[in-house]
């Protein structure tokens, strides 16, 4: 019982949550505070506020940070386009970031400074230029071989998208399999591979299904005893079952010692 008090008493301090929290000069400390009156000032407001740890009365100005307009280039698949996208000034900005525009995801891809400097992350009101690359859609290339002829061509899906080497893939009425996966430094005959991370597949053209028939009477009867002939409601048994256990006439006889 004594436990489960001391276990309601105690409090982690990072847990507690103040409402209205801002800095508060007395306390020299973010306080939470009481909202006394609240004067609408263009886009922002002033808020006269009291302190509920010292009770001292104090007036906040928030107002929204400027704007900046930033021309992106925005690259998707083999075309790009230049847009003007306004940005908070005081917002950081870096590589690898997604955003959304037009209703596609977009990464940063590059970040270029008033001083024609190149870098990983920098504040917006600092920034000339940046481009993209849309992300929630990505370009697989493929080289398609026929027998001796190869083509080439390209898929654009989500970038979750996964695809296994060795599997079966259907092409604008088509079915191919892909021969192989490649990742830049690793290659994939089996695996598993998200479309982000693929460079190139390589497909090629599945054989005939008469490249699987029987040619032979002892194949037809095996495909027929596994039903890939259909159905076969008194299949001939494989001869190497019928005749498994039964000593084979032709065995050479040993030959008697000599005496």
Not at 160 to 165: M, R, V
Not at 209 to 215: C, D, I, L, N, S
Request: aromatic fraction near 6%.
């Amino acid at each position: 019982m004594d436990d489960s008090v001391e276990e309601e008493e105690f409090i982690d301090e990072d847990e507690i949550l103040l409402e209205n929290a801002v800095h508060c000069s007395e306390c020299n400390d973010v306080m939470g505070h009481i909202i006394l009156k609240e004067t609408q000032k263009g886009k922002g407001a002033d808020y006269l506020l009291k302190c509920e740890e010292c009770g001292r009365v104090h007036t906040t100005h928030i107002r929204p940070p400027p704007v900046v307009e930033i021309p992106f280039i925005l690259t998707e698949g083999p075309s790009s386009r230049t847009k003007v996208i306004e940005i908070d000034a005081d917002e950081v900005l870096e590589l690898e970031d997604v955003f959304q525009e037009d209703d596609k995801l977009w990464s940063i891809h590059q970040i270029e400074m008033q001083d024609g400097r190149y870098v990983k992350h920098c504040e917006a009101s600092l920034i000339v230029r940046a481009s993209a690359l849309r992300c929630d859609m990505v370009r697989v290339k493929l080289t398609m071989t026929r027998g001796e002829d190869s083509s080439s061509d390209v898929l654009i899906v989500p970038a979750e998208t996964t695809y296994t080497a060795g599997h079966l893939i259907d092409l604008e009425g088509q079915t191919w399999r892909i021969r192989a996966i490649h990742m830049g430094r690793a290659r994939t005959l089996r695996g598993t591979v998200e479309a982000r991370d693929i460079k190139r597949m390589y497909l090629h053209e599945p054989p005939n299904p008469e490249y699987f028939a029987p040619r032979t009477p002892r194949e037809r009867r095996q495909a027929w005893k596994e039903g890939k002939l259909g159905f076969n409601p008194n299949p001939v048994l494989p001869k190497e079952i019928v005749k498994k256990g039964v000593t084979p006439s032709n065995k050479r006889k040993q030959k008697r010692p000599r005496n």
